[in-house]
């Protein structure tokens, strides 16, 4: 297969870990017979040292002319501070889900055989946990009016979602179940909210069209405490923009590392490929950022385009790295450790 990848390495640890997944992903193609072309563009705080905003339009165009995007993390320490700051790397993220119409943010939680004393829980809580939150990512609290009254004294964002948007994630979330354990739980503030209450009235009317799919509601505040409770008794979780970013860095550190979650963010033409984790300023250039996420993230990315053995060969690797505690220092409890680019160099070779 022939595919043209735009490649968006961003700020911080972005740029080595991109390197890794570019690395491995063309150890797959060279096994599997595919051809790829990276195409990189700028975005984040690089691009507003560059051209002066962090999502160009060139950028732009280079997504919507590639099979995919892959993307390492935005975010730079000089503008967390600074809240007058006008132009942020942030933005360009959002602007990013928003022009790609990437509405539905696929990301898995699961543990590794070799890390389950590594997790902040206990082994027998997390044991089996293999769970998918679906964030909405284009609408809600992020992308509602938002704004200043009473001369700055009082600050408002506006939650809004339409029908219809709930209904095109809730297809998605019921499709993914369809083809794990056909459990779906919609998360919600039902009980306060009214966007809440639109999105179990229509979650609730889409149930006829799955009937092998049993669906659940519960409440986000209670969700939070049940996923460190017992994370592996959900499957396919759906949920609203701002619920969903809390509630998937929450899950993300089940595993041991939040350097090793893996996400996608799909809509009907684009899709994007990222690791959970943040731009991870402090550990710039250092060589000791994990680059599992994103090399995961590029399993994910193969299995898109329906490449399974690739994106099986991929997490074949990763496990093998981990049970041969060929790890990055996040993992290793003080013991040996090695490079981002040594554990990449370890993944490309072993594919
Ligand atoms: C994420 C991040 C972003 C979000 C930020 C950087 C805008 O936290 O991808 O979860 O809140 O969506
Ligand atoms: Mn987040």
Redesign the pocket.
């Known amino acids: 297969m022939k595919l043209n990848i735009a490649l968006l390495a961003g700020d911080g640890i972005g740029p080595e870990v991109i390197d890794q997944a570019v690395k491995v992903s063309d150890a797959i193609a060279k096994k599997f017979n595919h051809e790829i072309t990276w195409n990189p563009a700028l975005t984040g705080a690089a691009a507003i040292d560059a051209v002066g905003e962090p999502y160009p339009d060139a950028t732009h165009d280079i997504c919507v002319a590639s099979d995919a995007v892959l993307f390492g993390a ?2 730079h320490p000089k503008y967390d501070n600074d809240p007058s700051a006008t132009v942020r790397p ?1 933005q360009g ?2 602007k990013m889900r928003k022009k790609l119409g990437l509405f539905a ?1 696929v990301r898995p939680t699961f543990t590794f055989p070799s890390l389950l004393d590594k997790s902040p829980l206990k082994r027998e809580r997390i044991e089996g946990t293999d769970l998918v939150f679906l964030r909405e ?1 284009t609408g809600g609290i ?1 992308f509602g009016e938002k704004g200043r009254r009473d001369g700055g004294e009082t600050a408002f964002d506006n939650c809004v979602y339409t029908r219809a948007e709930v209904q095109r994630l809730a297809v998605k979330g019921f499709e993914l179940a369809m083809t794990r354990s056909k459990k779906l739980c919609c998360v919600d503030k039902a009980n306060v909210l009214e966007t809440s209450r639109l999105w179990r009235e229509t979650v609730q009317a889409m149930e006829k069209d799955y009937p092998e799919v049993e669906v659940s509601y519960e409440f986000v505040d209670a969700v939070a405490m049940r996923l460190v409770q017992w994370p592996n008794s959900y499957d396919v979780l759906i949920t609203e ?1 701002l619920f969903g ?1 809390i509630l ?2 929450e899950a993300s550190v089940i595993s041991g590392s939040m350097g090793l979650m893996p996400s996608a963010s799909v809509g009907t033409e684009n899709a994007l490929f ?1 690791p ?1 984790h ?1 731009s991870y300023p402090q550990a710039t250039g250092l060589n000791i950022a994990n680059p599992m996420a994103t090399v995961l993230s590029a399993a994910m990315m193969f299995e898109n385009f329906g490449l399974h053995e690739e994106g099986k060969a991929i997490r074949a690797a990763v496990n093998s790295a981990l049970d041969a505690g060929f790890v990055t220092e996040d993992l290793a409890d003080g013991g040996k450790s090695y490079g981002t680019k040594e554990v990449g160099d370890w993944l490309a070779k072993n594919i």
Do not use: A, K
């Open positions: 935005i975010g942030e993220l959002l943010n990512l992020y923009n970013d998937t860095d990222e959970i943040g």
